[in-house]
């Protein structure tokens, strides 16, 4: 029996670590998750140990597929050179460069990337779109400026840093990732209610019951907006596409950055719209996988 090709494509983020095979036209063969991290603060996967459990596992999956895995792909919620080498550790534990890491581990090759830049080669993808602006809202903030098809990685990788805007709620949090973020809403919740929690979503869940909860998301929401009129006002872009799993996961905090941003857009002719990303939570995935090819 001929077997069938697949790229091993992971998305190691601040708090879950995604792993996928991935076949020749991107669709998802196989897909499998994992919690990054057991608390809320200190860094996540040390030593990347987690996310090389679960190349593992992926391997074993593909073997037993009989899929053949010849190349890899991966992602990380940090900055990352356009030599594909990791240049923070502001999310994630690492100590050995994930690219020879993971090939000494496989025994293939691997491309690494930024979160954000995969998931907007996925978008464009997915979308046919090659002008606009991409922006993940999930567990962090990034951004990512699509010209022709291809992020804009600027000259050291670190063009995706949205989520460090400095932000008017200066003694609180000094950048927007740490009050706008799902992890920055669970933080400020815990630190406001000495409540331990070990997500945004317990957060949302008091949105109706707890005005802390309410006053904290609602704040979030705001600041957020404003900030997404601050970035049309610096790149003037055609369109903004957002994705990330607290973005496309809460009806409530996408409608409430809206009204932030439309009422911070007035003052523009034309403001650019703002679409949900048509790539889905996958979009890490398969935009590891497309950078991998």
Known sequence: MNSTRATLAIDVGASKIAGALVGDTFEILHHE????????????????????G???????????KNLE??????????????????????????????????AALTGFAWVIESDVRAM?????RAANVKDFLFITVSSGISHALVI????????????????ITQIDNSQESPILEQFSSGLGIARRYQKATGTDVTSAEIVFA???????AKEIIGSAAAVLGKSLAAMVDFLDPANIVIGGGLWLGSD???????????KSVTKRRKAPEVINSVAGNSAAVIGAAIAAN
């Open 148 to 163: 022709g098809g291809k992020p804009w990685a600027g000259a050291t990788g670190e063009a995706i840093g949205f989520g």
């Open 252 to 262: 409530l905090y996408r409608n409430l950055v809206l009204a932030s941003y439309e």
């Open 120 to 124: 907007a080669l996925a978008e464009a």
């Open 33 to 52: 998750t994992v919690p990054a991290r057991t608390a809320l603060y200190g860094d996540a996967d040390p030593d990347l140990a987690l996310t090389k």
């Open 206 to 212: 008091q949105y109706e019951k707890d005005p802390i």
């Open 69 to 102: 895995v010849t190349k890899g792909g991966a992602c990380f919620a940090e900055y990352v050179t356009p030599d594909h080498l990791l240049n923070s550790k502001d999310q994630i534990a690492w100590s050995v460069q994930p690219k020879e890491d993971f």
């Open 54 to 64: 679960l190349i593992n596992a992926l391997l074993q999956v593909a073997k037993d």
